[in-house]
T-cell receptor
Framework: GDSVTQMEGPVTLSEEAFLTINCTYT??????LFWYVQYPGEGLQLLLK?????DKGSNKGFEATYRKETTSFHLEKGSVQVSDSAVYFC?????????????FGKGTKLTVNP | GAGVSQTPSNKVTEKGKYVELRCDPI?????LYWYRQSLGQGPEFLIY????????DSGLPNDRFFAVRPEGSVSTLKIQRTERGDSAVYLC????????????FGSGTRLTVV
């Protein structure tokens, strides 16, 4: 079945450091790819998405590019802030399977220190 | 409403008891999803409603779990004969169906079975 593997955390960075969180996927169809973020004490929020190969999703300075050849969707940010501290989840949705369910990775906890 | 509302936010119950968890989706969203998030894990799909009907219930772990959405809006997740392993955060999400563009999640119900 479909699956998502993401870099295990926790990840600790200093403010203004460069961030990469790796995500790779396995899917039988042609999935849409997502990054969700969960800030402390809050619910899951959609951070960015991409629906086809070579699409780049971006939001709040974060970017991720849908790479079909490497089945990857790595999350990057050039300069992290303390407010980016959260848990980040990579996910896929394979509409070809008839259901819009999301398959999530295990999450990566990011802590950014001042 | 403005967002997806879940009640209660916290529920503590004794092993063997019956519980109901409620989800009030965004007005007009025809698709509704339930997920379960165990500690340190990503959310796992339980069931997906399109309108009043369960379009995909492949994620329900066993017949102790059941969900309804009788009028195509509010949904209730029902767990019979609760077990300690059912302890988790139960998440509800809603979307405009057919877009595959990501959902809006509620803040979840934290269920603790003692």
């Amino acid at each position: 079945g479909d699956s998502v593997t993401q870099m295990e955390g926790p990840v600790t960075l200093s403010e203004e450091a460069f961030l990469t969180i790796n995500c790779t996927y396995t899917a039988t169809g042609y999935p849409s790819l997502f990054w969700y973020v969960q800030y402390p004490g809050e619910g899951l929020q959609l951070l960015l998405k991409a629906t086809k190969a070579d699409d780049k999703g971006s939001n709040k300075g974060f970017e991720a590019t849908y790479r079909k050849e490497t089945t990857s969707f790595h999350l990057e940010k050039g300069s992290v802030q303390v407010s980016d501290s959260a848990v980040y989840f990579c996910a896929l949705s394979d509409l070809g399977g008839g259901s819009e369910k999301l398959v999530f990775g295990k999450g990566t906890k990011l802590t950014v220190n001042p | 409403g403005a967002g997806v509302s879940q009640t209660p936010s916290n529920k503590v119950t004794e092993k063997g008891k019956y519980v109901e968890l409620r989800c009030d989706p965004i007005s007009g969203h025809t698709a509704l999803y339930w997920y379960r998030q165990s500690l340190g894990q990503g959310p796992e799909f339980l069931i997906y409603f399109q309108g009043t009907g369960a379009a995909d219930d492949s994620g329900l772990p066993n017949d102790r779990f059941f969900a309804v959405r009788p009028e195509g809006s509010v949904s209730t997740l029902k767990i019979q004969r609760t077990e300690r392993g059912d302890s988790a955060v139960y998440l509800c999400a809603s979307s405009l169906s057919g877009t595959g563009m990501g959902y809006t999640f509620g803040s979840g119900t934290r269920l603790t079975v003692v």
